[in-house]
C-alpha cells in the first residue's frame, strides 16, 4: 500500500503523472528506509532525540507533499474519471453553455407572472426540478450509492448552497434595493475564480481579468443610478454579498463533484436537497405550500423547465470541461440576455446608460469566448 492507504495498482488510469508517481513509490519504501537509517545510528536498539525529530519532521514534510501533489494533479481519485484538462472540449459544451446562460437569465421575466412569495417560487422551482429530472437520470441514481462519506458531505454542501444562495438573494433584494443586490452578486466572479485558482489550479489571465471587468462595469452602468449606501440598506446589501459567496460555493463544490457523477445525476441530487432546504424554510415561516392559482403554478413550472433545467442543468454540464471561474464570468451576460427580452415582451425601455452597460457586457463576453 502506498501513503495514504492508495493501492499501487491503482496508480495507472488514476494518478499517472510522472510526479505524483514518483511521490506514490517513495512513499512505499519510505518506511523501509527510516529503519535502516536507526539501524545503523542506534546504539543498543537506542537512537537520539536529535534523529528521531530530524526522521519524524521528514516523514511528515514527505507526507504534506504527497497530498500536495496529488491535490494539485488535476485528477479525480477515481479510475478512468478524466477532467476539463485532460480532454479537448467538445463543441456542444459551449452550445449548452449558452443555452443555459440565454434560459438562466429569463428568471425575473417568468418570475413576473407568478403571485407567490419569492421563497416559495425558488422551492417549488427546485421541487419540480428535481422530480423531472429523476427519470432522465434513471438507473444512473445508483452511483450515488458509491459516493464517499466525503462526497455525501460535498453533495449536501452543494444543495444546500444553492438553496441558501436562493434564500439570500430574496433577502437581499426585500432588505435593499434590486440595483444593490444584483451589483454585489455580480462580484461572485472575482470569489470564484480566486477560489477555483487555489483549489483547483484554474489558470487564470489578462484575458479572463479583462472579462471580469469589462463585464463588472456594464453591471455598474445598469443599476449605478440606483446603487444606494443607505444604512437602511445595510442588512440586505450583506445577505446580497453572502448570496454571492453561496453562489460561488455551489459552482465550486459542482465543479468537484462533476469529477465524480455524471449531470443528471448531480443535478437531481442538487435541486433534490435544496428544495428539502426551501420546503424546511416555508414551513418554519408559515408561508403557503400549495394554496395557489394556475397561473402560479404555471410560473412554478415554467421556473423549474426553463432557468432551472435547461440553466443550471447546463451550468453544470459545462463545469467539466471549462471549470467554475469562466462559469461564473459568463453569468455577467444574464442582465443583457433578461434585458433584451424584457424590452420585446414587457416593453422595457433601453436608457442610454442601460445601452452603454449592454455594450460593456458584450464586449466582456467576446473577450472570455477568445479566452475559453
Known amino acids: 500500500m502506498a501513503a495514504g492507504g ?41 537512537i537520539s532525540a536529535a534523529l528521531q525529530i530530524r526522521l519524524n519532521v521528514l516523514k511528515i514534510g514527505h507526507h504534506f507533499t504527497l497530498i500536495f501533489v496529488l491535490f494539485n494533479c488535476k485528477k479525480s481519485k477515481r479510475p478512468g474519471v478524466r477532467l476539463e484538462t485532460d480532454m479537448p472540449v467538445p463543441r456542444n ?27 416559495a417560487i425558488a422551492t417549488w422551482r427546485l421541487g419540480i426540478a428535481a422530480l423531472l429530472m429523476l427519470p432522465l437520470a434513471g438507473r444512473r441514481l445508483i452511483l450515488l450509492r458509491g459516493l464517499s462519506k466525503v462526497e455525501y458531505l460535498l453533495l449536501g454542501m452543494s444543495g444546500l ?26 462580484l461572485n466572479p472575482v470569489i470564484t475564480v480566486t477560489a477555483a485558482y487555489f483549489i483547483f489550479g484554474e489558470r487564470f489571465n489578462v484575458n479572463l ?3 471580469i471587468a469589462l463585464g463588472l462595469a456594464g453591471v455598474i452602468f445598469l443599476g449605478g443610478n440606483d446603487l444606494s449606501l443607505k444604512p437602511e440598506h445595510l442588512m440586505g446589501d450583506a445577505l446580497a454579498i453572502l448570496c454571492t459567496f453561496f453562489f460561488s460555493a455551489y459552482l465550486l463544490l459542482g465543479r468537484r463533484l462533476r469529477e465524480t457523477l455524471p449531470n443528471m ?57 471549462i471549470g467554475a471561474g469562466r462559469i461564473s464570468t459568463a453569468t455577467l451576460s444574464e442582465p443583457l440576455l ?13 436608457t442610454w446608460a442601460v445601452f452603454i452597460g449592454y455594450m460593456l457586457i458584450c464586449a466582456s463576453v467576446l473577450v472570455l469566448v477568445r479566452d475559453l
Open 265 to 321: 445525476v448531480y443535478v437531481s441530487a442538487v435541486y433534490g436537497v435544496a428544495a428539502i432546504f426551501g420546503f424546511i424554510c416555508l414551513i418554519f415561516l408559515d408561508l403557503p405550500l400549495i394554496e395557489y392559482n394556475g397561473i402560479t403554478w404555471t410560473c412554478f413550472l415554467l421556473m423549474a423547465l426553463i432557468p432551472t433545467m435547461l440553466g443550471h442543468s447546463s451550468y453544470n454540464h459545462a463545469l467539466r470541461y
Open 209 to 211: 481579468f479583462l472579462a
Open 93 to 119: 459544451v459551449y452550445l449548452f453553455l449558452a443555452v443555459g446562460l440565454i434560459s438562466a437569465s429569463q428568471s425575473g421575466n417568468i418570475v413576473r407572472l407568478g403571485e407567490a412569495h419569492p421563497l
Open 338 to 350: 433578461a434585458g433584451i427580452v424584457a424590452f420585446f415582451a414587457w416593453g422595457e425601455l433601453i
Open 161 to 186: 448552497a444553492l438553496g441558501a444562495h436562493f434564500f439570500f438573494f430574496i433577502g437581499a433584494v426585500q432588505n435593499t434595493t434590486i440595483a444593490n443586490a444584483t451589483i454585489f452578486f455580480s
Open 6 to 46: 492508495i493501492p499501487l495498482g491503482q496508480i495507472n488510469g488514476s494518478y499517472h503523472r510522472p510526479l505524483a508517481h514518483h511521490f506514490l513509490v517513495s512513499s512505499y519504501h519510505l518506511d523501509p528506509a527510516l529503519d535502516k537509517v536507526k539501524t545503523l545510528h542506534s546504539r543498543n536498539g537506542v
